[in-house]
């Protein structure tokens, strides 16, 4: 456990009591099934300036799991970083299977490439260094892309989760899954604006406003997880 702690040092305890309970989750169900390739991503990816960005390990095993529960093929990432869930997806969908990824920054998408090159699942992936709507948009001019898609994962710019999931609902197919990050926001969505950090507070409104949304969408049945920042988990029903 002492090692699993120090390899760790990038993660919070995330939403949980106690940073010992979080490394007892981490190091009893979610290191030992790590692949070697995202074990070496993710101790990589702790190095980087902004590693809080990458997607937390026990959220990803979550991940991994929806991905096979529905035989995932074809799949959309909105947010990419250093590519931790992106080769999470790689390594769980079939030898045919696609992953359409997108992100601004293709910078922090090389630190993680040639790990992913040498998992041998690169071929899997279509990186686009662009903002994500005019992409989806592209996308939807296909007729053959609308519900074409079995799964998406969101963890980019959350003014935009809306808009992006308008255009999910098209793309994905119904049955299909939306997994949507950071949706409790260190958890200041449970409290006043005013016992929010400043530096938290518009992302805390933007968050409570697209939670919001999600909650009263007809479409989807949710589920709002508390792993990493919290994950809410959106299945096409509509």
């Given at each position: ?71 995932a ?25 696609k ?17 992913i ?11 686009i ?7 989806l ?34 793309l ?22 005013q ?35 919290g994950?809410?988990i959106?299945?096409r029903?509509?």
């Amino acid at each position: 456990m002492d090692n699993e702690k120090k390899e760790s040092t990038s993660f919070s305890k995330g939403l949980l009591q106690s940073e010992e309970l979080y490394q007892y989750i981490l190091g009893t169900s979610v290191y030992p099934r790590e692949s070697e390739h995202l074990k070496e991503l993710r101790d990589i990816t702790a190095t980087h300036p902004r590693a809080v960005m990458a997607t937390a390990p026990d959220a990803g095993q979550l991940i991994a799991l929806l991905l096979k529960l529905i035989n995932a093929k074809r799949t959309i990432e909105v947010g990419v970083f250093t590519g931790y869930s992106l080769l999470l997806t790689a390594l769980t969908i079939p030898e045919d299977g696609k992953i359409v990824a997108i992100d601004m920054n293709r910078e922090a998408y090389e630190i993680g490439l040639p790990i992913i090159r040498r998992a041998g699942v690169d071929n899997k992936i279509d990186f686009i260094e662009s903002e994500a709507l005019p992409v989806l948009d592209q996308l939807l001019e296909d007729p053959g892309n609308e519900n074409g898609f079995d799964f998406a994962f969101i963890d980019a710019d959350k003014i935009n989760y809306w808009n992006y999931h308008e255009r999910l609902m098209k793309l994905v197919k119904v049955g299909g899954i939306v997994v949507y990050d950071n949706t409790l926001w260190g958890g200041t969505v449970a409290l006043s604006e005013q016992s929010t950090p400043e530096a938290m507070r518009e992302g805390r409104q933007r968050t409570l406003d697209v939670n919001k949304l999600l909650a009263a969408d007809s479409r989807v049945q949710i589920s709002l997880a508390p792993l990493g920042d919290g994950i809410t988990i959106c299945r096409r029903i509509l």
